[in-house]
Every structure is written in structure tokens, then in C-alpha cells.
């Protein structure tokens, strides 16, 4: 079976830093593109970032530019957002998704595979 499961989610005060991991099972992560989307109480989900099945290509929202960076240890089958200065309106739940390709990765219908998600607080 399928499945990806997010972990390292927390509260932390603004300025923090956090380092979310994403594990796969049931598939190899490497045939897939992956995904970081975050959704705060009464908004949309929105893509925050995605890196290629290599990890030669990544992208980034605006928003966390400069201060999120993403990577990949395929050996390991887990996928990492790494979450420096953080903001209080980065608080959300985060969750990570699998596709096949990396083309509009940004794009929350792109991706078939979800996991369950984890919740990000930043506040003092």
C-alpha cells in the first residue's frame, strides 16, 4: 500500500526553525516529484514547495523564499522541508504529496498521493 507520512511538525516560537521529513512506503521515492503544501484554519491549501525526482529541480512560494529549503535522500525514501525564520503566518498543516511529474508542481491537482499531515505552530 501507498504511503506517506509526515513527521517533525511542532510549536515554535517566530524566528525558529523546524525540519519536516516525509517518508514513503509501499513505493520507491525516487519515480517521483514531491511536494510540501501547508493549509492554515479557513484557507485553501497552497503549495509551498517541490523538488524533482533527482533533486536537481526544486521551487518555492514567495512567501518562504530565503527561508525554507527542500531536499531528498532517495536511499532513505524520504523527502525533507527545512524551515528557517519562521512567521507566525507560516502556522498551518503541512503535507507532503507524490507525482509522477514535476511539471506544475506547484499545482495541488497534480498529485495523487497524500499524506496525512502535520501541524506547524509558530508563536510565543
Known amino acids: 500500500q501507498l504511503q506517506l507520512v509526515e513527521s517533525g511538525g511542532g510549536l515554535v516560537q517566530p524566528g525558529g526553525s523546524l525540519r519536516l521529513s516525509c517518508a514513503a512506503s509501499g513505493f520507491t521515492l525516487e519515480f517521483y516529484a514531491i511536494g510540501w503544501f501547508r493549509q492554515a484554519p479557513g484557507k485553501g491549501r497552497e503549495g509551498v514547495s517541490c523538488?524533482?525526482?533527482?533533486?536537481?529541480?526544486?521551487n518555492f512560494a514567495d512567501s518562504v523564499k530565503g527561508r525554507f529549503t527542500i531536499s531528498r535522500d532517495n536511499a532513505r525514501n524520504t523527502v525533507y522541508l527545512q524551515m528557517n525564520s519562521l512567521k507566525p503566518e507560516d502556522t498551518a498543516i503541512y503535507y507532503c504529496a507524490a507525482a509522477r511529474s514535476f511539471a506544475s508542481c506547484h499545482l495541488v491537482r497534480e498529485y495523487p498521493y497524500w499524506g496525512q499531515g502535520t501541524q506547524v505552530t509558530v508563536s510565543s
Open positions: 523538488i524533482s525526482r533527482s533533486g536537481g529541480s526544486t
